[in-house]
């Protein structure tokens, strides 16, 4: 069986998928055979430009025309229009795949989670971060207690692409369009990694604290002499606390001079640590009990997780690879007609604290979940 694509969105991160669909049958041949259908947007030309590029077969410049006529609905639109296309596509029973993070607002992703649950076919949030090999190593030396009983959580994300206050606006800083800044386009994945290595092992968010700021007002509109405001966050921090009683801290800007994009994550039990740095994914920093400090390991060997299907061992992956495994795992769950993980209801769930530490932040106090 083929399946039929339609994807809508061909900038970021629609170049980033269609890079993973290119490379699933040559390294993951198991993976169900896809074809590129149909490249929806609404600028004819550039829409066109980048069909040919990525190799689709169509253009539509109406998702509505497209969402039932597909086996598989890729939203990787801007966060406003990622409820109305994903929702209908759903209720057509098309397995839809969203960026993240899942909607603007809270009200947003709960409608689009209930739509999902009522759909029963796969409904898939983009965490890519999850696919990681590193990262799955992680979380399964966190599962097998080999760090011991939970203490502390540090998850940063801190990037310096908005550091110049001319730097044009976009709509990433339209509070309607985009929902949050930093908050919800960086936050969204460190809480998603959050919950996912630490699930089993330490629970649900309970509590929050947060506070956001934004440094820049407003910013220049790029080919005119016109200003917009900024009505979302430059950057955020929040302290945490685990249903066990563990306890975190998060921080992501877009204003954090010399970090491209360092995502690092943190985390410390009775019995060990585990350090991890995105921009240097192949690796992972390892305290385990008796040892007299971290080790440094290369998520490179044949049986660390996706790596047998990549190169011999110390060849290392990159951040696009991410794309790979996550498109992978969610194909395949179409095919197999279950449930992908992360899904919306995964998406929902990191929605509700990005939505308290709002809260907590406009009323000056902390929040339960």
Known sequence: MTLDIGMLGYRFMGKAHANALDRLPMFFPEAPAVNKDVLVGRDEDALADAADQFGFDRTATDWRDIVDEVDVFYNLGPNHVHAEPSIAALEAGTPTFCEKPLAPTLDTAEEMAEAAADADVPAGAAFNYRFVPAIQYAKGLIDNGEIGEIHHFRGQYLQDWLVDPEAPWSWRNDEEMAGSGALGDLGSHTVDLARFLLGDAAGEITDVSGHLRTFTEERPVEGSDETRPVTVDDAYSAQIVFDSGAMGTLEASRVANGH??????????SKGAIKFDLERLNELQVLTEGDRGFQQVLITDEDDPYVDHWWPPGHVIGWEHTFVHE????????????????????????????DAIEQSDDRGERVSL
Do not use: C, M, W
């Open 260 to 269: 491209k994009n360092a995502h690092t994550i943190e985390i410390e039990g």
């Open 327 to 354: 498109n992978y795992e969610f194909l395949s769950a179409v095919a197999d007609g279950r449930q992908q993980e992360p899904s919306f209801a995964d998406g929902l769930a990191a929605q509700r604290v990005l």
